[in-house]
């Protein structure tokens, strides 16, 4: 791999006595699509809280491009070109597709007095509308409000934010969760949209149909700890469920057999 945009070394968090993840690894290559899978519990929203600037790793480095970096809260990590989606999207539905795009970003017109702030409207509404078109979304009045918007507009709306911040890392948990097959396929187009301008996306997902289609790797966690790191490309959706629910026994079992000068999996 080229110099990852994003590395973790040994991240560990730790809350009170339950140690959530334990000493992860892990390079994520520029523009690549990263799903990171496991049952529940296993440590994916932890590692995300992380990479987010939610919360600081009680052990641990996150680089950037080689950079170690350390992220003081959501805003810090956004700064340095992460956004993260959570299943909520973070949207205020009452409020104009165009002001959620721009919220706490907004388009100010210049104006003579120093401290007054005047709204450019009207170029957020067409930036807004620029940002959606390079998601392919279509929507005819960027003053409609999201609430009135399906789901899959919905998290388009919530990509075109990130868009809006050049965010080169786009972080999305379990974006398909609350969504029925139909929105569910738009939401994997939009994925495939930013992968296709060069956007790096982590990807967590409980539904393994929506990983095989748009991932280029997986790792599934288990118990805090990685316990496979695999390209997906191969792979069924039943087979990648059989890797997340198989137990420590079988686990084992398969690393003896790596260890074995004859004995790889996959035919390594
Ligand atoms: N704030 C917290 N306090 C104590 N334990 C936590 C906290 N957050 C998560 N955990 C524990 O850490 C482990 C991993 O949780 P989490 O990262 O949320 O898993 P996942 O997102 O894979 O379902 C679980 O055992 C969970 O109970
Ligand atoms: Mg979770």
Redesign the pocket.
Known sequence: MPQPILELSGLT?R??A????TGFDLAVAAGETLAIC????????????IVSGAQPPSAGEIRIKGRPVRFASPADALSQGIATIYQDLALAPRMAIYQNVFMGSEILKPTPVPGLRVLDKQAMREAARGFLARLRVEIADMDKPVEALSGGQRQAVAIARALRWKADIVIMDEPTAALGVRETRKVIDLIHEIKAQGITVIL?SHNMRDVVAVADRAVI?K??RKVEDIPVSGLTPKSLAGMIMRDDAEIAADRENQALPLGGRRGE
Do not use: F, H, P
């Open positions: 968090k809350y009170g339950v140690e959530a993840l496991g049952d529940n519990g296993a440590g994916k929203s932890t590692v995300i809280r967590i966690l118990g805090g």
